[in-house]
């Protein structure tokens, strides 16, 4: 289970009911509030520690204006319509949360519970990350006995000073395309990145949503990957079953595709599987 900061669920639930449990850092790049709070994800008892270095201001997400969303959440009339208008939702998610839990808040940005989702300050209390640095990846490893991942690194630069900075892996990433236009995708630059990971693991998220772009993403260099939107899709769609048929559909690709490559496992797949015209 990997576990976003921006998650209204308490890191400490969360890692009660996983074996493996890894925490997923927005940080600000303040010392005084980096260190609490990786004394917190250890007290709870996580595995791993990701820090996800692409999103150091909020970015401008065209489609949410348009779709009327922004945080903090306001009640516009179109916010008020689609609820009133989706009575399951608001019965089942909302009404349930707001029961069982009271009004959602930020709950693991810091050692303490974050802003509710409705506040004015949202914003002022999960800021400062455009200050993040090298020396703050260098104070966590200091403090953190567990694993220490980077998310969100496209240049083999960075993935050599992941690696210098005592790095246990990265994720190349570029967050699903969702941050800066005209960003290079992961894939492109996974060959050179794989070629400065020393002991490190290479993980690569980004547009993996068939069987084929899994066997690329490996045989360009990462170890495994990770997949976003097609499991958050199955998920709208049909909860935790919409998950294991996305899950399902995805293994049954690979699967396929290897056999149509002529080789049996994961293990025999090579670079010159990929052509680079
Ligand atoms: C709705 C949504 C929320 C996300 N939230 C986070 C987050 O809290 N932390 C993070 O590191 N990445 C976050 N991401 C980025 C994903 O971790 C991942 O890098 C990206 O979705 C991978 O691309 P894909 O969706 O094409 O598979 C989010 C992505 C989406 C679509």
Redesign the pocket.
């Known amino acids: 289970m990997i576990l ?4 209204l669920i308490r890191l400490e639930d969360v890692r009660a009911a996983n074996q493996q449990a890894w925490y ?1 850092a ?1 940080l600000a790049g303040l010392d005084e509030r980096i260190e609490p709070l990786v004394d917190r994800v250890a007290a709870a008892g996580y595995d791993t520690f ?1 820090v ?1 270095a ?2 150091p201001v909020p970015p401008n997400r065209e489609n949410n204006i348009r779709n009327g969303f922004q945080v903090p959440l306001e009640i516009t009339p179109r916010v008020f319509w689609d609820t009133i208008t989706h009575p399951d939702w608001l019965l089942n998610t909302w009404a349930r949360t707001v029961f069982n839990h009271g009004m959602p808040h930020f709950e693991n940005m810091d050692a303490k519970r974050g802003p509710p989702v409705l506040s004015k300050n949202l914003m002022r209390n999960i800021g400062s990350r455009d200050q993040l640095a090298w020396k703050h990846v260098e104070l966590i490893r200091k403090r953190w006995r567990g694993k220490l991942v980077v ?2 690194l496209i240049s083999p630069e960075d993935a050599r000073l992941a690696r210098e900075h005592g790095c246990d892996g990265v ?1 190349v ?6 941050q800066l236009d005209y960003t290079v995708s992961g894939l492109r630059t996974l060959p050179e990145i794989a070629a400065q990971k020393g002991s490190m693991t290479v993980m690569m ?5 068939r069987g084929t772009d899994v066997i690329k993403a490996l045989a360009l260099g990462a170890d495994f990957v ?5 499991f ?1 899709y199955g998920a709208v769609v049909a909860g935790e079953a919409g998950v294991a048929r996305a899950i399902s559909l995805l293994h049954a690709e690979i699967d396929r595709d290897l056999a149509l490559l002529g080789i049996r496992s994961l293990k025999e797949i090579t670079a010159d599987l990929v052509r680079k015209y």
């Open positions: 976003s900061a921006s998650s997923q927005y990701v996800t692409d999103v998310k969100g994720m990433s570029n967050h699903g395309g969702r998220d980004g547009g993996i949503r990770w997949i976003g939107r097609p958050l």
